[in-house]
T-cell receptor
């Protein structure tokens, strides 16, 4: 079945460091891909999305490119801030089914 | 405020009891999703409704049931509660039922079973 795999956390970075969180997926057809973020004590919220191959989603300095050839959607940010400390979830949904499938989440802590 | 309202925010109950969690979707959204988030299982999809009809079912136990009412709010009923049911339960809503759906999540209901 369809699935999403993310790098294991937790990830701890110093402020202004470069961030990469790997995400790969298995899906039939052409899924849409998402990154959601969950700040402490809150629900998940959409960070960015891409709906077709080679699309780049971006928001708040974060970017991810839909790579069909490697079935990947890695999240990157050039310079993280303490306020980016959160749990990041990669997710996918297809056009032919209803479920949104989430990865296990990657916890990020940014220290000053 | 995401526009998705969940009540109660916190709930403490005993094993064997039954609870009901309520969700009001964002205005204009027809689809409601329920997820369970626990430390060891991550974010697990339970069930989805679209305009009152069940659309998809995930890892929902037989002790759990849900429905979506004509005014589009949804309730998740958890019965014969066990210690392992302690978790955060999230409701999310979206406009459509499939495709490039963006989910809007509520703040969650934290259930503690003692």
């Amino acid at each position: 079945g369809d699935s999403v795999t993310q790098m294991e956390g937790p990830v701890t970075l110093s402020e202004e460091a470069f961030l990469t969180i790997n995400c790969t997926y298995t899906a039939t057809g052409y899924p849409s891909l998402f990154w959601y973020v969950q700040y402490p004590g809150e629900g998940l919220q959409l960070l960015l999305k891409a709906t077709k191959a080679d699309d780049k989603g971006s928001n708040k300095g974060f970017e991810a490119t839909y790579r069909k050839e490697t079935t990947s959607f890695h999240l990157e940010k050039g310079s993280v801030q303490v306020s980016d400390s959160a749990v990041y979830f990669c997710a996918l949904t297809g056009t032919s089914y209803d479920k949104v499938i989430f990865g296990p989440g990657t916890s990020l802590s940014v220290i000053p | 405020d995401s526009g998705v309202t969940q009540t109660p925010k916190h709930l403490i109950t005993a094993t064997g009891q039954r609870v009901t969690l309520r969700c009001s979707p964002r205005s204009g959204d027809l689809s409601v999703y329920w997820y369970q988030q626990s430390l060891d299982q991550g974010l697990q999809f339970l069930i989805q409704y679209y305009n009152g009809e069940e659309r998809a079912k995930g890892n929902i136990l037989e002790r759990f049931s849900a429905q979506q009412f004509p005014d589009l709010h949804s309730e998740l009923n958890l019965s014969s509660l066990e210690l392992g049911d302690s978790a955060l339960y999230f409701c999310a809503s979206s406009v459509e039922w499939a495709g490039a759906n963006v989910l809007t999540f509520g703040a969650g209901s934290r259930l503690t079973v003692l």
